[in-house]
């Protein structure tokens, strides 16, 4: 019997082990992010990968649903005095830091004074509050000077940064000094020990998360999380990562090149969906700081060299997807317009931007353009934007480097000689253009706008007046004004509107579609 019985074991517990890997493959996802993880602290930074990571792991009072409204996520209650000058809210019940600590009122405080450097909405709040402050454990206050009706979608907005709420010890540290103690109260816990920095991130499922009981709706509502564990693999080489998401060993590639859209839809197993409906819109961003640029007939003649379909043909080769741009609005909000909009013509206008340049006293400096050659989406453009400035005898050179590199590099507001930049290109939320108060992009401040740095006192003495217009119809006359003073100045420089979907294996459901670029991890499940 003994012999039997041990026989037995022997043989079932390879068989047991197996059974074991196969339940932690089934609640473990992997996915291929569109860049790579350099910088973890959502405050200091715009980069969307840093904004998903906050996503998982840190949690926010506010939250925007699938329609841009404002629901409440960490906080339970909330309330406003007669005058409209003081808010409270009182934190809901079970939060608590992934250490097991409670989340107090005093975290929020300090979390919302750290944002608030940073966000333009947060200082515009600051600029109109009289004190920021606990009440009790759970509760803390907004004290305005002066009515802000915006107040509560300012807190709600993803915007640049979105406001992820901290320990205190973090968000006590000034905002130009990075956090990396990834400890938050969110639905996710940065896994410290698996963190392999170029190659690998690892989250796993916060076991104390208390999610809200209302049904998930983009950003807000319940974050139920319905898997173990989901590990970021960095595979920079997009026909590795197709392989891979092929043969099974990842479960997601957030951006499939376009030229293998065929060979996913024709795979059984896979399959591509728009989380993003909105899309994105690809962007030129200019350093106002150094030559050529700090000229603004050289950014004018940027607008004029452009052609948007070029650029969208080797962006996203497949026309259903793209759409020429020429509102700073985007393309699809409220305050869409088409107040001077006169430099547009299809093809660009190559011998207006060389009138344009020699005007702006270009001498032959070197222009150096970031070139990401890890993301495709702005890669690949970034060559076609060297070769058209070659062509108008600009001195265009790229300087190679990884998505992360590029992302530590463009705050650098250096000459060239020592780190500095010209151009970069990027993307931006379309639904995100539609709210000049919070997308950092149309910041026109000098030094407290987005890196490029422009500056224009007019424009800006409109954008202050936009919390204060009080109907839809002021706002887009509002809009307009301010889009005549920015196509003279030329905050960026747009190559058109894009929308990409995500390739996923079928066995992997319940991804979460959002008004933005934002990739939740919540609600998805693997079958």
Not at 200 to 211: C, G, K, L
Not at 233 to 262: C, K, M, V, W
Request: include cysteine.
């Amino acid at each position: 019997m003994k012999t039997g019985l041990a026989a037995g074991a022997a043989i079932s517990i390879p068989s047991v082990l197996r059974a074991q890997k196969a339940q932690t493959a089934a609640r473990t996802v992997r996915m291929v992010m569109s860049g790579d993880l350099r910088v973890f602290d959502p405050i200091s930074t715009t980069a969307t990968i840093t904004f998903d990571h906050g996503l998982a792991i840190y949690d926010t009072l506010f939250a925007a649903d699938s329609r841009n409204m404002p629901q409440p996520q960490m906080v339970g209650k909330w309330g406003v005095s007669d005058d409209k000058k003081t808010y409270t809210f009182e934190l809901r019940d079970g939060l608590a830091w992934h250490d097991g600590t409670s989340v107090t009122a005093a975290d929020c405080v300090a979390s919302i004074r750290r944002w608030a450097q940073v966000n333009a909405g947060g200082q515009l709040i600051m600029s109109r509050a009289k004190d920021v402050s606990k009440k009790d454990d759970k509760t803390f206050m907004i004290a305005l000077k002066e009515p802000l009706g915006l107040l509560i979608n300012i807190l709600a907005d993803p915007g640049d940064p979105g406001l992820f709420v901290m320990r205190e010890k973090d968000a006590s540290r000034p905002p130009t000094e990075q956090v990396t103690a990834n400890i938050g109260s969110g639905p996710f816990k940065f896994n410290h020990g698996l963190a392999k920095p170029g190659a690998s991130f690892t989250y796993d499922r916060n076991e104390i998360y208390v999610p809200r009981k209302e049904r998930p709706d983009a950003l807000a509502g319940g974050k139920v999380v319905n898997v173990d564990r989901v590990i970021w693999d960095n595979i920079g080489d997009q026909q590795t990562a197709f392989a891979a998401l092929q043969a099974g060993e990842i479960d997601f590639i957030e951006s499939p090149p376009t030229d293998l859209y065929t060979a996913i839809e024709s795979d059984p197993n896979l399959e591509l969906e728009i989380l993003n409906k909105s899309g994105n819109d690809m962007l030129i961003r200019m350093n106002c700081l150094q030559k050529p640029f700090d000229n603004v007939k050289a950014r004018q003649a940027m607008l004029h060299l452009i052609d948007q379909e070029a650029f969208m043909r080797v962006i996203q080769p497949n026309p259903k997807y793209t759409r020429p741009l020429t509102s700073m609005f985007g393309n699809d909000t409220l305050y869409t317009n088409d107040e001077n909009t006169g430099w547009y013509k299809k093809g660009g206008n190559p011998e207006k931007a060389k009138q344009l340049i020699k005007e702006a006293g270009y001498a032959g400096e070197k222009v150096v353009i970031l070139d990401p050659t890890n993301a495709a989406w702005a890669h690949i453009p970034s060559q076609l934007l060297a070769a058209t400035l070659r062509k108008i005898g600009i001195n265009a050179e790229l300087a190679p480097m990884d998505w992360g590199q590029l992302v530590t590099r463009r705050a650098n507001k250096g000459p060239i000689e020592e780190g500095g930049w010209n151009i970069f290109i990027s993307s931006y939320s379309d639904k995100n253009l539609g709210d000049p108060i919070g997308a950092a992009l149309l910041l026109a401040n000098g030094d407290r706008a987005w890196y490029g740095w422009p500056k224009n006192d007019e424009y800006e003495t409109l954008r202050a007046k936009w919390a204060d217009v009080e109907t839809l119809e002021e706002r887009k006359t509002l809009a307009r004004a301010m889009q005549r003073v920015w196509w003279d100045f030329i905050g960026a420089v747009f190559l058109g509107q894009f929308v990409t979907p995500v390739a996923r294996r079928k066995t992997l459901t319940g991804l979460m579609p959002t008004p933005g670029a934002a990739l939740p991890m919540w609600n998805m499940q693997k079958g």
